[in-house]
RNA sequence: UCCUCGAUAGCUCAGCUGGUUAGAGCACAUGACUGUUAAUCAUGGGGUCCCUGGUUCGAGCCCAGGUCGGGGAGCCA
């Protein structure tokens, strides 16, 4: 048995592969399969001449997503889906397929997401769980590059970490357990065990967000470093970043281009990211500052003008094809044709009257933004789409971050954390920062925030046997492969995505 | 929880100012076509118009309440 993959190496070979029927057309005496097996996707060619009247009567009939086993000569042909043709000269169905629900047409959200399991094997999904696979294997060798240890966190807990966001209650024998909104602070017991180390694994927060950047699960990775303050902790987080990045962009072109992603802005961060503190991101934020000769709020403007004239382009074009429809003078084919574009053109005008639509609220937001208070979703994407590349906003105020930061001592007021804003609009992707090790002021910060003391005993014996400066950071793993594959939305980033109203598949 | 938009065939949608028997394309089935890439041709089957109540001679369309979903806010990665 040969993979799809290893084609290369089989050119002019016959060879023998195993999958399913992705797609198919057929002709008198000719069948056109787009076959799949996991491994990629080639073309099947399979002719009444050569296999028979038997094989090609099956394949004729062959429902989409039946499997079966065909074997015949390699050809390269870069017109092909994978650049290669079989020339099938033997064929045996494993199981016929019943009706599939996936038609190659169009479909909702809701539709594709009730059918998740079947959904996974569609070409764009496929390439995504494959740039998926390759951002994690990067995040560790990175880590383990630099001799971090993979350690993790335990999912139950009994306390509400930081306090903040709406937690999963589970019952632990008798007793109410959390499942975890975070390993941070169980990493940084483990950080003064082995110095660097890195949690990798499920996080849940129960609050019930609609939007396309919120999961009820997803999966967090959070480094922790002894002796690293918080440039350190920035360094680390923009060679990582720039890491894993640049692995996919290398490795992945195939995936990246079934994407359609346009890596213009990816290749940004090979480039030093920008670094800024609270305050001047504030100023941007409120549009008194410039970036690339721009405010915030004429950012604002532009984007809605190029909207609407976008959603025009799309007007005048389905006037047009309507207009060819009306005059009856297309074949039969090529009203389909153009009345399946009318469709799809309709359904874009759909999301640019969605955009459009936020897009005033945004601008107030930005306008009205009060200093001091923590970033909303749609400063976020503002303050990225003004630069190109990825922005480290820090020293935040201390009220809006995490009772754990540390304050800087020549900033008074302000907490060394810092947020890592991906452009493009997809908002945070990593959270960090330097930790408090005065243990007088974590006691503080822990009453002011409400929080249980007895729950913190043992993070407090941190600071009392052998208290050192440290850092680290969280990375939502989909919120990362959302913005490398330019999704518009996270649910697409991870096979079976947990979100408020979601549970099946 | 709040704002906003929506629910019509297996799927994607159209359905005028409330008016007879609710439409199209895709998918599916049958047949025709030797090179297709969502663009050939013909025929055919397929509907609880989300639910409940109301207005009306008459409701897919209007009104009220509910359910489910999209986008956003809040919260966050």
């Known amino acids: 048995?040969?993979?799809?993959?290893?084609?290369?190496?089989?050119?002019?070979?016959?060879?023998?592969?195993?999958?399913?029927?992705?797609?198919?057309?057929?002709?008198?005496?000719?069948?056109?399969?787009?076959?799949?097996?996991?491994?990629?996707?080639?073309?099947?060619?399979?002719?009444?001449?050569?296999?028979?009247?038997?094989?090609?009567?099956?394949?004729?009939?062959?429902?989409?997503?039946?499997?079966?086993?065909?074997?015949?000569?390699?050809?390269?042909?870069?017109?092909?889906?994978?650049?290669?043709?079989?020339?099938?000269?033997?064929?045996?169905?494993l199981a016929e397929a019943g009706d599939y629900p996936i038609t190659p047409k169009e479909h909702g959200v809701d539709f594709l997401m009730d059918n998740r399991h079947l959904w996974l094997r569609s070409r764009r999904q496929w390439a995504i769980m494959r740039v998926r696979n390759r951002i994690i294997f990067a995040i560790?060798?990175?880590?383990?590059?630099?001799?971090?240890?993979?350690?993790?966190?335990?999912?139950?807990?009994?306390?509400a970490c930081e306090g903040t966001s709406t937690l999963f209650e589970t019952d632990y024998y008798g007793e109410p357990a959390y499942l975890s909104q975070s390993g941070q602070l169980y990493g940084e017991a483990m950080a003064m065990a082995q110095g660097l180390i890195y949690t990798f694994g499920p996080t849940f927060r129960a609050e019930k967000s609609k939007t396309r950047r919120h999961l009820s699960e997803f999966w967090m990775i959070e480094p922790e470093m002894a002796f690293y303050d918080l440039k350190m902790d920035m360094d680390l987080i923009e060679d990582?970043?720039?890491?894993?990045?640049?692995?996919?962009?290398?490795?992945?072109?195939?995936?990246?281009?079934?994407?359609?992603?346009?890596t213009t802005y990816l290749e940004k961060v090979r480039e030093p990211f920008i670094r800024m503190k609270y305050e001047d991101a504030v100023s941007v934020i409120k549009g008194e500052k410039e970036v690339n000769g721009k405010t915030s709020l004429q950012m604002l403007a532009h984007e809605e003008a190029a909207l609407k004239n976008q959603r025009a382009q799309l007007e005048t074009d389905i006037a047009e094809r309507e207009k060819k429809i009306a005059s009856g003078e297309l074949?039969?084919?090529?009203?389909?044709?153009?009345?399946?574009?009318?469709?799809?053109?309709?359904?874009?005008?759909?999301?640019?009257?969605?955009?459009?639509?936020?897009?005033p609220q945004w601008q107030n937001s930005a306008r009205n933004f009060k200093r001091g208070d923590d970033f909303g979703g749609s400063d976020e994407t503002v303050l990225t789409k003004m630069f190109g590349q990825p922005v480290m906003v820090y020293n935040w105020p201390q009220e809006v971050k995490a009772f754990y930061m540390k304050e800087d001592e020549t900033d008074k007021g302000y907490a060394k954390g810092v947020d890592l804003l991906a452009p493009e609009g997809y908002g945070e992707v990593v959270g960090g920062g330097e930790r408090e090790t005065d243990i007088e002021r974590l006691k503080n910060k822990i009453e002011e925030h409400q929080l249980p003391m007895s729950a913190f005993e043992w993070y407090l014996d941190l600071r009392k046997f052998g208290n050192v400066p440290h850092s680290g950071f969280g990375l939502g793993l989909e919120r990362l492969v959302a913005w490398i594959c330019g999704l518009q939305h996270i649910r697409e980033t991870i096979p079976f995505p947990r979100s408020y109203g979601r549970l099946l598949p």
Request: charged fraction near 30%.
């Open 331 to 359: 074949k039969k084919g090529e009203v389909n044709f153009n009345q399946a574009r009318i469709d799809k053109l309709k359904n874009e005008i759909k999301d640019l009257d969605e955009k459009l639509q936020n897009i």
């Open 240 to 262: 990582f970043v720039r890491f894993v990045v640049s692995k996919v962009l290398d490795e992945m072109k195939e995936e990246l281009k079934a994407l359609e992603r346009d």
């Open 140 to 159: 560790h060798e990175f880590f383990q590059g630099k001799g971090f240890v993979q350690m993790d966190a335990p999912i139950f807990t009994g306390n």
């Open 1 to 93: 048995m040969t993979y799809i993959k290893d084609l290369l190496k089989h050119k002019g070979q016959t060879v023998e592969l195993k999958g399913w029927c992705a797609q198919k057309r057929d002709s008198k005496g000719l069948v056109f399969m787009t076959f799949r097996d996991g491994t990629g996707f080639c073309q099947a060619v399979i002719s009444l001449d050569v296999v028979g009247e038997a094989s090609f009567d099956a394949a004729k009939r062959l429902p989409q997503e039946s499997s079966l086993v065909i074997a015949g000569k390699v050809i390269r042909d870069e017109k092909q889906i994978g650049g290669f043709e079989i020339q099938v000269a033997q064929l045996q169905v």
